[in-house]
């Protein structure tokens, strides 16, 4: 089948600008008893990706125009692709393994090729799919079946500490106050974990409306503002005026701006936190500065990745900054760090204006 028609259900994609080898591979494939969709450049190969994610890419080194390794990168690069396998059919050398192993492939097979070869690193490949796929679905069936006690938890609590159920004692109330306080942060963790496995999927679902990120500020800061008197540092914000409004999706940005600055009222022991609203020719940026401890240069270069957790002991779980991350992306936005230890940190996101 040509990767210009619709396909339904799991199949294998193969990429290569020689017919000859197209029909090979998928002669051997289909003996397997394999679905095998066929393409003959990376363009058609990546609009059938985004189109239908494959269960596995067989994929040519040297095609010309995008490559093996550059649409190996592509792929890999793009948030809204799902993991899916990468074997490269190659007759290069050594050298060319390393290139393609850095862009993100999963494996190789070298030309020529026998037939069972070629077919036992297929099964190979799809087990890998098949088995981290079963992990994604663990992930997803567990975090919802640990809110649901969690929440009911949380309600029985709340009818004890307010004495529905007969008098409760200072102490009763101040041990109910905790464990509930303990739920709510596994609730928290448990709800990023659902919403980044979503974005990996590229099941979150957005609603995008026109946004008012001036209103958006203010109502975050209002609601954090008293966690940062309690440390008794400052929340200033100084928003620009006539700044146009951006199409988003209202809640997830919020959950954005409420991370980046609850993150600063948190590292943040003497000073104050401002947060700021500009604008350029293009962009509406949102900046969260802090005088807090700052992050070091290591810690910069993985704070945006899945479960990187800082050095500091008052580091989360890892997933915050991610996923703040995953949802400027799919606002077509970006994210940018800066920061100096001992001098605070700057983090500033942007986002097109609305046209």
Request: proline share 4%; net charge negative.
């Amino acid at each position: 089948m040509s990767a210009t028609e619709t396909v339904k259900g799991n199949y294998i994609l193969a990429v290569d600008d020689i017919p000859d080898n197209l029909f090979l591979v998928q002669l051997a494939l289909e003996q397997e008893g394999h679905h095998v969709v066929l393409a003959h450049d990376g363009e058609t190969a990546l609009k059938q990706i985004k189109q239908a994610p494959p269960s596995l890419i067989l994929l040519d080194v040297m095609m010309p125009g995008i490559d093996g390794y550059e649409m190996t990168r592509r792929i890999r690069q793009d948030k809204n692709i799902p993991f899916i396998p990468i074997l490269l059919v190659t007759a290069r050398e050594e050298s060319s393994l390393v290139e393609g192993l850095d862009a993100g492939a999963d494996e190789f097979v070298r030309k020529p090729f026998q037939i069972d070869e070629l077919q036992a690193r297929v099964r190979s490949m799809l087990r890998l799919k098949e088995t981290i796929d079963q992990r994604e679905n663990f992930v997803s069936c567990l975090t919802h079946d640990l809110r649901t006690p969690l929440v009911a938890a949380n309600r029985m609590l709340d009818l004890i500490s307010q004495q529905a159920f007969g008098e409760v004692t200072c102490e009763q109330q101040e041990a109910i106050a905790n464990i509930i306080s303990s739920n709510q942060n596994m609730l928290d963790m448990l709800n990023k974990l659902l919403e980044t496995h979503h974005y990996e999927l590229g099941q979150k679902i957005l609603s995008f409306i026109p946004v008012d990120l001036q209103q958006l500020i203010a109502e975050v800061v209002t609601e954090l503002e008293p966690l940062a008197k309690a440390k008794g540092i400052e929340l200033k914000h100084c928003l620009a005026n006539e700044i146009p409004q951006i199409k988003g999706d209202r809640l997830e940005l919020r959950r954005v701006i409420t991370n980046l600055i609850g993150n600063a009222i948190k590292f943040t022991d003497a000073g104050a936190v401002r947060v700021s609203l500009f604008q350029n020719d293009s962009e509406v940026l949102v900046q969260v500065e802090d005088s807090g401890i700052g992050i070091s240069p290591q810690e910069q270069e993985t704070i945006f990745q899945r479960y990187h957790q800082g050095n500091h002991r008052r580091s989360g779980k890892g997933l915050g900054l991610y996923l703040c991350q995953q949802i400027i992306s799919a606002h077509q936005g970006r994210i940018e760090l800066r920061s100096q230890l001992g001098e605070g940190t700057n983090f500033t996101f942007s986002l097109p204006k609305l046209n």
